[in-house]
């Protein structure tokens, strides 16, 4: 009898674990992988494209670039999109996200000329993604300005919103008919606090504590024009959906001290709250105790008015509730405590809204400075913005792992696994999770970095001018993946030969 019911206990033990392993991802899904325009297209002249902040910045040593490179070839998907199709459909991928390139389609910026060649070039990627079933998700904007826009001050001059406005109807009324998912933005704090409030990122105006805020204004400003022009003039037609994407990471407080928790709210707020939470918030504009924070320490700095700009209650009503589903750019996280900010650069959003960073010394570490595996943090993250943004359709729209050349990535498989775990839980928590899609297809060029930390399911030969994608070890585990929708932890690919399953 107690033999019997130790039996019990071991099997339905194994039973459970097992199950537990075998959580399977829903059937309509969505698996995908990200790209985006600079970091992969190159043909940074060609066929009429015109100039953007990336090109002008690096080409003008305003930028400073790791390893002195730039984006002029990248992966050359311009020329090998059909490669590219090709690894997605190797992988059997249902969503592609990849970004337009602004300059490529209207040079100047304006949308009195439009580049045919890159409407054309758009149309043969489009085109061939659907061939093949694969679902196009297309972001807009994703870093890279026409340089003469920059020139009329970019995302700090208040008619951004109108430029972004008439380029988002050249591209509705161009691909709409077989587009269904838009992102107007990717990453609005990385635009604006590194390119405007830092020199990391172009147009590298490192303006801290004053542009990256005017920016965070201007840009859910044109968020919501471009939503709202979808909404009126293609919805109905077109019938897709429109959305922005936000890079989000777990900061959780290092301590239960309520100085730490504040400090951390606070940091949420100026991180992330000032562009999430004038679109998905009920009230609307910029979170209140950070407005207030930035309004107290810019009158004691001497300023006339706050540095945080405003909202009129008419602009909150007409960004408010502006996006279809949430994007999640999610890469790791850290604890945070509460610091006094006397070290740092004044103004500034750290001084604004001073924290410390810590990271314990076992967590796994990438070749990127900033990316350290937390455990379980892709559920921290949408679970706190579930809680936030109650009901919202989510998307993981990049998630990834860096590491340095080489195409045995145990590293980046490890990391793989415990984040689709991890989405795995958020789901079974109750978060509406449509689609996962992992950063990125393949080597890329990653901005201040370049070509010294690589990304990539897929490496890219830099050196050879065919520019040869050879899948890693991770493209395998991805792959069977999306082939059984359960994280296999035993999985090792049997040969590492890439070849397209039936039906892709
Ligand atoms: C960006 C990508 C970038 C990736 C890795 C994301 O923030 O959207 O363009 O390559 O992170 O740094």
Same mark, same amino acid.
């Given at each position: 009898?107690?033999?019997?019911?130790? *039996?019990? *206990?071991?099997?339905?033990?194994?039973?459970?674990?097992?199950?537990?392993?075998?959580?399977?991802?829903?059937?309509?899904?969505?698996?995908g992988v990200?790209? %985006?325009?600079?970091?992969?297209?190159?043909?940074?002249?060609?066929?009429?494209?015109?100039?953007?902040?990336?090109?002008?910045?690096?080409?003008?040593?305003?930028?400073?670039?790791?390893?002195?490179?730039?984006? &002029?070839?990248? %992966?050359?998907? !311009?020329?090998?999109? +059909?490669?590219?199709?090709?690894?997605m459909?190797?992988?059997?991928i249902?969503v592609y996200r990849f970004?337009?390139?602004?300059?490529?389609?209207?040079?100047?910026?304006?949308? &009195?000329?439009?580049?045919?060649?890159?409407?054309?070039?758009?149309?043969?990627?489009? &085109?061939?993604l659907?061939?093949?079933?694969i679902t196009p998700m297309?972001?807009?904007?994703?870093?890279?300005?026409?340089?003469?826009?920059?020139?009329?001050?970019?995302? %700090?001059?208040?008619?951004?919103?109108?430029?972004?406005?008439?380029? +988002?109807?050249?591209?509705?009324?161009?691909?709409?008919?077989?587009?269904?998912?838009?992102?107007?933005?990717?990453?609005?704090?990385?635009? *604006?606090?590194?390119?405007?409030?830092?020199?990391?990122?172009?147009?590298? $105006?490192?303006?801290?504590?004053? +542009?990256?805020?005017? *920016?965070?204004?201007?840009?859910?400003?044109?968020?919501?024009?471009?939503?709202?022009?979808?909404?009126?003039?293609?919805?109905?037609?077109?019938?897709?959906?429109?959305?922005?994407?936000?890079?989000?990471?777990?900061?959780?407080?290092?301590?239960?001290?309520?100085?730490?928790?504040?400090?951390?709210? =606070?940091?949420?707020?100026?991180?992330?709250?000032?562009?999430?939470?004038?679109?998905?918030?009920?009230?609307?504009?910029?979170?209140?105790?950070?407005?207030?924070?930035?309004?107290?320490?810019?009158?004691?700095?001497?300023?006339?008015?706050?540095?945080?700009?405003?909202?009129?209650?008419?602009?909150?009503?007409?960004?408010?509730?502006?996006?279809?589903?949430?994007?999640?750019?999610?890469?790791?996280?850290?604890? $945070?405590?509460?610091?006094?900010?006397?070290?740092?650069?004044?103004?500034?959003?750290?001084?604004?809204?001073?924290?410390?960073?810590?990271?314990?010394?076992?967590?796994?570490?990438?070749?990127?400075?900033?990316?350290?595996?937390?455990?379980?943090?892709?559920?921290?993250?949408?679970?706190?913005?579930?809680?936030?943004?109650?009901?919202?359709?989510?998307?993981?729209?990049?998630?990834?792992?860096?590491?340095?050349?080489? $195409?045995?990535?145990? &590293?980046?498989?490890? !990391?793989?696994?415990? %984040?689709?775990?991890?989405? =795995?839980?958020?789901?079974?928590?109750?978060?509406?999770?449509?689609?996962?899609?992992?950063?990125?297809?393949?080597?890329?060029?990653?901005?201040?970095?370049? !070509?010294?930390?690589?990304?990539?399911?897929?490496?890219?030969?830099?050196?050879?001018?065919?520019?040869?994608?050879?899948?890693?070890?991770?493209?395998?585990?991805?792959?069977?993946?999306?082939?059984?929708?359960?994280?296999?932890?035993?999985?090792?690919?049997?040969?590492?030969?890439?070849?397209?399953?039936?039906?892709?």
């Amino acid at each position: 009898m107690k033999t019997g019911l130790l *039996c019990l *206990c071991i099997l339905i033990t194994i039973c459970t674990s097992a199950s537990h392993q075998r959580r399977k991802f829903p059937e309509d899904f969505l698996f995908g992988v990200s790209t %985006a325009a600079y970091q992969i297209e190159g043909a940074w002249n060609e066929d009429g494209k015109g100039e953007n902040i990336w090109d002008y910045g690096i080409h003008n040593g305003v930028g400073n670039i790791v390893d002195m490179s730039n984006g &002029d070839v990248a %992966a050359d998907s !311009y020329h090998n999109y +059909a490669r590219d199709i090709e690894m997605m459909r190797e992988l059997g991928i249902d969503v592609y996200r990849f970004s337009l390139s602004w300059s490529r389609l209207l040079p100047s910026g304006f949308a &009195d000329n439009i580049n045919e060649a890159g409407i054309a070039y758009y149309n043969r990627l489009i &085109d061939e993604l659907l061939k093949y079933n694969i679902t196009p998700m297309v972001t807009l904007y994703h870093w890279d300005l026409p340089q003469k826009l920059q020139e009329l001050g970019g995302f %700090a001059n208040p008619l951004l919103g109108n430029w972004f406005e008439d380029y +988002a109807r050249v591209v509705f009324r161009s691909f709409g008919d077989r587009v269904k998912l838009w992102i107007t933005f990717n990453e609005p704090r990385e635009i *604006c606090l590194d390119g405007y409030g830092s020199d990391n990122k172009a147009p590298f $105006l490192n303006a801290a504590g004053i +542009a990256d805020y005017i *920016c965070a204004k201007h840009l859910v400003i044109a968020h919501a024009k471009a939503y709202r022009l979808y909404v009126n003039e293609f919805k109905s037609t077109q019938k897709g959906k429109c959305g922005i994407t936000f890079g989000v990471s777990s900061i959780l407080p290092l301590t239960d001290s309520e100085e730490d928790r504040l400090a951390v709210e =606070l940091r949420r707020q100026g991180d992330l709250g000032i562009y999430t939470n004038p679109i998905f918030s009920k009230e609307g504009g910029f979170p209140k105790e950070f407005a207030e924070r930035v309004a107290m320490k810019s009158s004691e700095q001497g300023y006339q008015r706050s540095r945080l700009p405003e909202f009129s209650d008419k602009e909150k009503e007409f960004v408010r509730g502006t996006s279809d589903f949430f994007g999640v750019n999610h890469y790791g996280g850290s604890f $945070l405590s509460a610091t006094d900010g006397i070290d740092d650069r004044v103004p500034s959003l750290n001084n604004d809204a001073p924290v410390a960073y810590h990271t314990p010394d076992d967590w796994p570490k990438s070749v990127s400075s900033w990316l350290m595996q937390m455990p379980n943090s892709l559920n921290i993250t949408l679970a706190r913005l579930h809680a936030d943004y109650n009901n919202i359709e989510f998307y993981v729209t990049e998630n990834g792992w860096s590491t340095y050349k080489g $195409l045995n990535d145990d &590293d980046r498989v490890r !990391y793989f696994r415990a %984040a689709w775990e991890s989405a =795995l839980d958020a789901i079974e928590h109750g978060v509406n999770l449509k689609g996962y899609m992992a950063w990125s297809l393949m080597d890329n060029f990653e901005w201040a970095q370049g !070509y010294s930390e690589r990304f990539g399911l897929y490496e890219v030969d830099f050196e050879d001018p065919a520019r040869t994608r050879t899948p890693r070890k991770s493209a395998f585990i991805y792959k069977n993946l999306l082939k059984t929708r359960y994280v296999d932890h035993d999985y090792e690919p049997e040969n590492y030969i890439m070849s397209i399953d039936e039906g892709h």
